[in-house]
């Protein structure tokens, strides 16, 4: 039994294994953060929304796309190639797999989740992947706040 442990020990210097756990303490600073700081949703155009939003959900970037006009809104500049290509890959995933409701996929460094949501298609970049919830209430807040700044 000595001789494994050695052995372990001894392997785990050399291919340097990786035993670590989620950040926890750093998670709890950026709550905290969080919590403490307001974010005001300021602008008139969908773009500066949008921007805003992003820095307040920490993702990379967000599109959305109405499916009845085809409108695009985008804090990217590539927001119509992004909406075609992710409307393509929710077809897709729906007809391969029925009840598609979120598809997400890590494409480079970044995820990327596709979410139809109300008659519009939500395409969200992030660093870690966001669960359903996170999704719905990204898509909900971007909602209000158009309905309410008469943006779309």
Not at 53 to 63: A, D, E, P
């Amino acid at each position: 039994m000595s001789g494994l442990g050695l052995f372990t020990r001894f392997a785990a210097r050399v291919l340097d294994f990786d035993h670590t756990a989620l950040p926890e303490q750093q998670f709890a600073m950026i709550q905290d953060m969080l919590a403490s700081r307001s974010f005001e949703v300021k602008g008139r155009e969908a773009q500066e929304l949008l921007n805003c939003l992003k820095r307040k959900h920490l993702v990379n970037s967000i599109t959305v796309r109405r499916m009845k006009d085809q409108m695009v809104l985008s804090s990217s500049g590539n927001g119509n190639a992004e909406s075609k290509h992710g409307t393509e890959l929710i077809d897709f995933a729906s007809k391969a797999f029925a009840g598609t409701d979120l598809v997400s996929m890590r494409s480079g460094n970044d995820w990327v989740m596709l979410m139809p949501w109300q008659e519009s298609l939500y395409i969200v970049k992030a660093n870690s992947s966001l669960s359903g919830i996170e999704l719905k209430a990204l898509a909900k807040e971007i909602e209000s706040v158009l309905r309410r700044k008469r943006v779309s």
